[in-house]
């Protein structure tokens, strides 16, 4: 089965940046969508962002114009650059990869913003 692995998440000031990757085991990009959600304490998991295979991107509307969701396919690797975090962005984030029925997901990476 196909492996995927987040990485990147941290302790971050308000305000500040981070990168998160996600890496997949397997050349499954040409024909998925891939996607990060997050889930913070006490609150249900919400979708923050997808791209296609096609390189059409979604954004939720608490994160729009902050974040940005891409791909490399050489490296079989999906990226979300984080930019002017704010607390509520507080979570743990996960990866998830969609093609033709089925859901591959990571274990998650936590992200803290706090002063």
């Known amino acids: 089965q196909v492996q995927v692995v987040e990485s990147g998440g941290g302790l971050v000031q308000p305000g500040g940046s981070l990168r998160l990757s996600c890496a997949a085991s397997a050349s499954i990009f040409t024909m998925n969508t891939m996607g990060w959600y997050r889930q913070a304490p006490g609150k249900q998991r919400e979708l923050v962002a997808t791209?296609?295979?096609?390189?059409?991107?979604n954004y939720a509307f608490s994160v729009k114009g902050r974040f940005t969701i891409s791909r490399d396919n050489v490296k079989n690797t999906v990226y979300l650059q984080m930019n002017s975090l704010k607390p509520e962005d507080t979570a743990i984030y996960y990866c998830?990869?969609?093609?033709?029925?089925?859901?591959?997901w990571g274990r998650g990476t936590q992200v803290t913003v706090s002063s």
């Open positions: 998830n990869i969609y093609n033709v029925g089925v859901n591959y």
């Open positions: 791209i296609t295979s096609g390189g059409i991107t």
